[in-house]
């Protein structure tokens, strides 16, 4: 019982810091046709790189499921977008586990494939995680260190794999695809953010997008990464003096770009799914 409080006030915090970021600050930045005309390869880029996101996510599915229950690409496809959609009913994103679980014959093998496949995304997030922490608390000597720090989380990631490796037999596999994922994803937040952020050094903007997932991944919240995301970012940020808009009308567009838009999709597929919810 406690748990479901614990998101709620998180979450409800988390807008509490946006609206009085806003109202201390105000709006400073205004989007004009200029700006949209200069930088809109920045937005199409993020957009394009939509469907990828999702396809790693889908196929990382499908090979976690297929040694004790082959599916096809169609089955995965509506169980996570279905799943995506149906968060927005059911609170706490629980939607995604009765999609992916619901309609699959062994459910313990169908929950231990769920675990690995978000254990693999915490841990990347994690792990690339630490780069954002350094710089938001030790800014000068994770950028004296930059060479050092990547050596260190590639090794990490190597250590990880071989640990994770006599967990499940396709663990490294999820491992690579999570990554891979990762790097697309942040890709996407770089691409939004950088015509608001070109002052800033490119790695601070990595290190704003590493923090702010990890913040993300690991705050509880009822409404998934809404809220958590744009006050995290907004946190950091605030350390280079960023004006908030700047970071909000990013974090908004990622969030239509990857949850809005699959979740729309997503609906299409709900009537492959007879839910009971008691």
Not at 47 to 73: A, G, H, R, T
Not at 79 to 103: E, K
Not at 228 to 250: C, D, M, Q, T
Request: hydrophobic residues 55%; proline residues 5%.
């Amino acid at each position: 019982m406690l748990f479901p409080v614990v998101k709620v006030v998180v979450t409800i915090s988390a807008f509490v810091l946006i609206g009085s970021q806003l109202s201390r600050q105000g709006l400073s930045f205004d989007i004009n046709s200029s700006f949209l005309r200069e930088n809109g390869i920045f937005l199409a880029g993020a957009m394009l790189l939509f469907p990828v996101n999702w396809m790693l996510e889908i196929y990382k599915w499908k090979i976690l499921v297929d040694p004790f229950k082959p599916i096809s690409y169609y089955s995965a496809t509506s169980s996570v977008l279905a799943g995506l959609a149906l968060n927005w009913i059911i609170p706490f994103t629980l939607g995604d586990f009765i999609t992916r679980i619901g309609n699959l014959e062994n459910p313990r093998k169908a929950v231990r494939a769920l675990i690995t496949n978000r254990l693999t995304s915490l841990l990347i997030t994690v792990n690339m995680g630490v780069f954002g922490l350094l710089l938001f608390f030790k800014p000068d000597f994770a950028l004296d260190h930059l060479r050092e720090i990547a050596v260190a989380a590639g090794g990490m990631l190597l250590l990880t794999a071989i640990v994770l490796r006599s967990f499940a037999n396709n663990a490294v596999m999820v491992l690579a695809l999570s990554f891979l994922r990762y790097c697309v994803f942040s890709c996407q937040f770089f691409l939004l953010l950088y015509p608001f952020l070109h002052d800033l050094a490119p790695a601070i903007i990595a290190g704003g997008i590493f923090w702010t997932f990890l913040v993300k991944s690991i705050l509880p919240s009822i409404l998934g990464a809404i809220g958590i995301r744009e006050a995290s970012a907004l946190v950091y940020f605030g350390l280079w003096s960023v004006s908030p808009e700047k970071i909000l009308i990013p974090s908004v567009l990622l969030w239509i770009i990857n949850i809005v838009l699959p979740s729309v999709i997503g609906i299409s597929f709900f009537w492959k799914y007879r839910l009971k919810i008691a």
